[in-house]
């Protein structure tokens, strides 16, 4: 497979992205040709220094970087000829497979949807991370890629994480829960009501309602919500890990007592940095689109982009926006919604 | 002041209540009169038990208990003669100030929205637990009174924790925010967008969007948002914060060395779990009705529930009520709002 790799745009620089490109090439011999996008200098100069030399490495040059500040759309209007663009449409030209950027999450949406265009009868694009819990892991969809979704907008949600979470993660019948305001049935917003109206008539996992207490306890492997809730609760999540982290870290060497402690209790925090740590999953793919696009983390480190390609890689491998297709069109037959644009916009 | 204590419905029995009630009648002067509602004589065996003997104590029988099972409805329908519908009767017939209950949260705020009533020109009421964070504290309001909220109701939640977060949590200036998928300015939903407008009218520290990063990094005192929102947030941040602390515990006496390392460092978990337990707040106001309701953890401890009853006697001190109606009118006057419920609707 053929993966394209925007080398720009990500917190720790070009170099980063070099040292997990250099990773995900020694550990994934699927991977048939791997593009390089970004400026060619600064390329070849991370490459020595990572010592990395691949005949499967392709470097494709483009001078400008979409910025975090940067306006989304800008990634194809001022900068159009920007890595980022660049490497998603290798992935339209069919040169690609998938494309991985640590860039402007707004702006390789935008690139994603304006080129690769949605997948048929999909109404919107999602953000899916999976997020760790202590005894199972989840998806999370949509993290942020829109606001005000309507019902069936959540129903294709919780299809294209049922397909991820069944064919990526391994679960085998995931159990797919609409995040809501408690877990009764009658909980919720109009749309979230309606939403759990239909995809209880769907032929999936549904085990209805969920609250925020479910999210950590082994409750769900596909979490269903709006992108502006998604965003909401990842984030919150991020920060209160970080938060009280940083704190504990401060607390723990206030005093030559604690400080020998810690050293005997190290140990004990490994597992659960290693595993709650974005680093862990690399960054989260945009599902709905023609095409695999994995958007890593904007402070991706070289082993966190190491498993942005690595999860690319499997979404090709299981051809999942295949899979996606085909439960999306069952499930409108199912439901008996012939015009997509119009059953969306209800 | 006089408070209305619903000794029942709390998952510790009446026992912790009434334990409760004795720390806050030990360390709150300012109380008259302390009614303990429910079944008398398993509240006479408890403050026996808790040899609890004051003269302030007036005991008002109520043998049905709304319980977590109920519906919020029956607490005036089937069990209207409950001990929670007859705590909140004491505030309406003026023979108590305020009123503190762990029972069901939607049966306290269907008997105090019916039996109370919304203060003047308050289109919600809204659920407002203090969320505290290693720097400062927040409002987060609404969590979880209603879903659907309109640009109004939001703009009123802001002035509600404004006056909260002011007069009882003692922040001059409380900053307030507007949770949503990002900070810039056009990032929300269309009804977070047109709150946004209407906050940034008036004479208020509003400092604009905040997202879910934000919350623990000392941004702002007032967390604005849609109570499904603030459900979620509210209890993704319990179940993240217990689930970590439980893993961590797990392992940290996995072996010999690690239970040696955690008997140092204990003492380093200290501050950070009596911040940031639940008991610490016990509990969350329900604003903008006319009394003050306060509604207890449903698992608070003793500890807890004296944190719920002396929230509930400031509250009264600082007749946050009449300050929230002054500054709803003021608010109102000057967006311009005449005919409030015709505003709310939109």
């Known amino acids: 497979m053929r993966i394209a790799v925007d080398v720009m745009g990500g917190d720790l620089g070009c170099g980063a992205v070099i040292q997990g490109a250099k990773l995900a090439l020694e550990s994934i011999p699927a991977i048939s040709e791997l593009y390089l996008v970004g400026p060619e200098r600064e390329i070849e100069a991370a490459m020595s220094k ?182 909401i609760v990842l984030k919150t999540c991020e920060s209160l890990f970080n938060s009280v982290y940083s704190w504990l870290k401060a607390e723990m060497t206030k005093n030559a007592k604690r400080q020998i402690g810690a050293l005997l209790v190290r140990s004990a925090f490994r597992p659960i940095v290693k595993r709650m740590h974005p680093d862990a999953s690399g960054g989260a793919l945009l599902l709905g689109l023609n095409g695999c696009v994995m958007k890593a983390h904007g402070s991706a480190s070289e082993r966190a982009f190491m498993n942005a390609i690595r999860i690319a890689a499997e979404s090709v491998r299981h051809q999942i926006n295949d899979r996606i297709r085909e439960e999306i069109s069952k499930a409108a037959e199912l439901l008996d919604i012939k015009n997509l644009p119009e059953a969306q916009a209800k």
């Open 50 to 231: 990572a010592r990395l030399r691949d005949p499967r490495i392709r470097i494709l040059h483009a001078t400008d970087v979409l910025t975090m500040e940067d306006k989304p759309t800008d990634v194809l209007r001022k900068k159009k000829g920007c890595s980022m663009a660049r490497a998603v449409e290798l992935v339209k030209q069919g040169k690609a497979d998938a494309v991985v950027s640590s860039g402007n999450t707004g702006g390789l949406l935008t690139a994603s949807t304006v080129l690769l265009r949605r997948l048929q009868g999909v109404g919107r694009g999602a953000i899916a991370p999976v997020i760790p819990a202590p005894e199972n892991e989840f998806v999370l969809i949509d993290a942020g890629a829109d606001v005000d979704s309507t019902a069936l907008h959540l129903v294709q949600f919780g299809i294209m994480g049922h397909v991820y979470s069944r064919d990526i993660l391994g679960y085998k019948k995931p159990r797919i829960g609409i995040l809501s305001n408690g877990t009764e049935d009658s909980k919720g917003t109009a749309v979230t009501l309606e939403a759990f109206r239909l995809l209880r008539q769907l032929d999936l996992n549904f085990v209805g309602n969920v609250e925020g207490h479910d999210l950590f306890n082994n409750r769900v492997e596909v979490v269903v919500c709006d992108g502006f809730v998604g965003n």
